[in-house]
């Protein structure tokens, strides 16, 4: 077993025995589906606009090479920076050598998972630079040292007590319960830091490619002014963010907030094309571009999962998820948690280590169901585990399933196993729960039928 | 018509009562039941651990056995998807593909054979009792299964079906994940139970007995007065 795996198992154990835990993420996830079913009733036909995102998103993969290039030229054009980087460390060096030559001491970032990915923030602060999370719930989380919980909800593993004790410890601001004035000592901490910020660092939702734009969506305004206010803007994105056309927000923009917030739109929605232009007077001098790959086209060239990367992260598969929804966020200890991540870190951090998160499933279908860009997510787990065990199977299994396939085979020894099994069930019986007991794993928490006096088949050959 | 009953190893073994009431159904609608006894698995267990080559030879002997008839019709949601859906990408390319996609056009899963094969809907059946129905996940979101089993128990006399907040929720049982991952999968099953007690009924129904197994499982530990019963009991039922 991996260690991420037996962290994994570390972990769901003790979530899973946490009912205050589940049940405040379940209360908060109950919430989350009726505002979004509200909001999926506003579609004409929603089951039409995933269709139609799907084929956009299609679309924006399969041409990934063309609209990437159209992207970065239009960008150029009105001067900004372009850069490419091929994984994490490349992308690391060079924003950290960005902030170098910009003098700078604070950065203030808006919240980006690729950011997570990389693992930015530990390498800038490293380097002595101050970094300052700008989006309330990211903000929560850093001053709590830990990974966001959730791709859109980063703390909402937290009550208003708990962040109200983390302010007064860390901010030493008065309690309270309030939401509004619990954001309003987030933003009076904040708004210091925009004016001192050299530079500012966002992640995108959207790369259109036809226009050269970027396109940013967040319910607080944190973006907007982390984009505004510092001299050098650095916006960092996967690959796979890119639609083909500017006309594509009118549907993925709506999309985007239904699903991932139960939302019509979002707060705020801003497309950006450049740095500051001759005769303007305000925005960043300098604006730096960063598109990763982080093997991202490794799941590009695997034609049967490559609809993974149509992925907008809005975090639905992980909301309607059940197991998500009973060993939460931290439990996947990865950056993309829920069935999204199921399925896309074994290709980016490695099939064997992950296979875990790809088998921790019942297969249940709800993720795909939810999907808005109808990715075919608990397929792709089938595939995952599939592929790992044809990659290095393992002898004991193997075996097992050659057993199993020869006993199901043979109608005499089938009919041996349940005779087998109705004599030791009083064995079975006294041994439950116990080391003896070879179903341990089923009987600590729940009942195992006894195989029936007549089985469906001596009945069978009885009345025949 | 020629129907081919399909009946997985934990309805023979644990639930004969279930594919009992199947063959009483269909004979009584006046079909012609078979039951080939050398079939005990669809292979969906080797299959879901990611042992496509072992579950192949499950798959095989399926394929030898199920040939000849008009119907086949499986006692489970979750074997139904794995001959209809995933028999098909098992052998895809392979030389006993067009078998696997002639059989999988073939089968049906029980309530949904009854109601849009058969177009029947009230089988004179009688049960006095308050009930949810629970959706097996796999017979939901792989075939497509919701309004069938809910048309047959609405011509039931005497039963109230209530629905609970959770049914098409997964109760947690998954095949081999309820005991690679029992926390997770009994943390789930816990949802579920919650979700049906809620609802005061006497019976939680199913068209799947592998999830009924996993949910009676859970219930007998907590107590519970609920019980569960397979939606072909019911309707078996006078």
């Known amino acids: 077993m991996s260690t991420a795996a037996a962290r994994f198992l570390d972990a769901a154990g003790s979530i899973t025995r946490n009912l205050r835990h589940r049940g405040l993420i379940q209360t908060a996830l109950r919430k989350y589906e009726s505002a979004r079913d509200r909001r999926k009733a506003a579609f004409h036909d929603w089951e039409s606009a995933r269709q139609a995102a799907a084929e956009t998103k299609w679309e924006a993969i399969n041409h990934l090479d063309e609209h990437l290039v159209s992207f970065a030229d239009k960008l150029e054009s009105r001067g900004t920076k372009v850069h490419w980087c091929g994984n994490g460390i490349e992308a690391r060096d060079l924003i950290r050598t960005i902030i170098r030559d910009a003098g700078a001491k604070c950065v203030v970032k808006s919240k980006a998972m690729t950011a997570e990915e990389i693992h930015l923030n530990e390498a800038l602060e490293k380097d002595g630079f101050e970094v300052v999370e700008s989006d309330l719930g990211e903000f929560i989380v850093q001053l709590r040292k830990e990974p966001p919980y959730h791709i859109v909800f980063p703390a909402m593993h937290l009550t208003r007590d708990e962040i109200s004790d983390l302010f007064e410890k860390e901010l030493g601001s008065a309690p309270t319960r309030e939401p509004e004035e619990l954001t309003m000592i987030a933003r009076r901490a904040l708004r210091r830091k925009y004016v001192t910020a050299d530079v500012g660092i966002t992640g995108a939702n959207f790369a259109i490619a036809e226009t050269g734009m970027v396109s940013i969506t967040e319910n607080e305004g944190n973006a907007r002014l982390t984009a505004a206010l510092p001299r050098t803007m650095i916006t960092l994105l996967g690959i796979e963010k890119v639609l083909p056309r500017m006309e594509d927000l009118a549907l993925f923009l709506p999309m985007l907030a239904t699903a991932g917030a139960g939302q019509a739109i979002t707060g705020y929605n801003t497309l950006y094309s450049g740095p500051r232009q001759p005769g303007e007077s305000d925005g960043p001098t300098e604006w730096h571009v960063v598109l990763l790959d982080n093997r991202r086209t490794e799941l590009l060239a695997d034609p049967e999962q490559r609809d993974a990367l149509h992925c907008i992260r809005c975090g639905a598969c992980l909301n309607v998820c059940p197991i998500f929804k009973n060993v939460g966020g931290h439990t996947y200890g990865t950056t993309y948690s829920g069935p999204v991540g199921s399925v896309i870190t074994p290709h980016l951090r490695g099939l064997q280590d992950w296979k875990h998160l790809s088998g921790s499933s019942s297969l249940c279908g709800a993720c795909t169901e939810a999907c808005p860009v109808r990715i075919d997510l608990h397929h792709h787990l089938l595939q995952n585990r599939r592929n790992a065990a044809s990659e290095k199977p393992s002898t004991l299994e193997r075996l097992t399933w050659r057993l199993h396939a020869f006993l199901m085979n043979s109608p005499s020894l089938y009919h041996l196993a349940k005779e087998c099994g109705r004599v030791f069930e009083p064995l079975r019986k006294a041994t439950e729960g116990t080391v003896l007991d070879p179903v341990r794993s089923w009987t600590t928490t729940r009942t195992l039928p006894p195989v029936a006096p007549v089985s469906f088949k001596e009945w069978w050959r009885e009345r025949r | ?238």
């Open chain 2, 1 to 238: 018509m020629k129907v081919t009953l399909f009946i997985p190893c934990f309805v023979d073994a644990c639930f004969p009562d279930v594919g009992i009431s199947m063959v009483r159904i269909l004979e009584r609608l006046g079909h012609s039941v078979q039951c080939p006894e050398a079939v005990a698995c669809c292979g969906q267990p080797a299959f879901n651990s990611g042992y496509w080559d072992e579950a192949r030879r499950v798959a095989d002997n399926a394929l030898d056995h199920l040939r000849g008839t008009d119907a086949v019709v499986v006692a489970s949601g979750s074997c139904g998807a794995m001959l209809k859906v995933f028999y098909p990408q098992l052998y895809d390319g392979r030389p006993r593909s067009a078998e696997a996609v002639e059989l999988a056009g073939k089968v049906w899963e029980f309530s949904d054979f009854l109601v849009n094969r058969l177009g029947v809907t009230d089988l004179g059946a009688r049960f006095p009792a308050k009930v949810t129905f629970h959706d097996g996940c796999h017979g939901l979101r792989e075939l497509g299964i919701h309004a069938a089993p809910r048309q047959l128990l609405s011509h039931v006399r005497d039963l109230e079906l209530v629905e609970m907040d959770e049914a098409a929720t997964c109760c947690g049982f998954g095949g081999t994940f309820a005991a690679k991952f029992p926390m997770i999968s009994t943390a789930m099953g816990e949802v579920k139970c919650a979700s049906a007690a809620g609802t005061g009924a006497d019976y939680v129904v199913s068209n799947d007995s592998s999830c009924l197994m996993h949910v009676q499982g859970l219930l007998d530990r907590q107590g519970s007065a609920l019980k569960t019963i397979h939606l072909a009991r019911i309707l078996d039922s006078r």
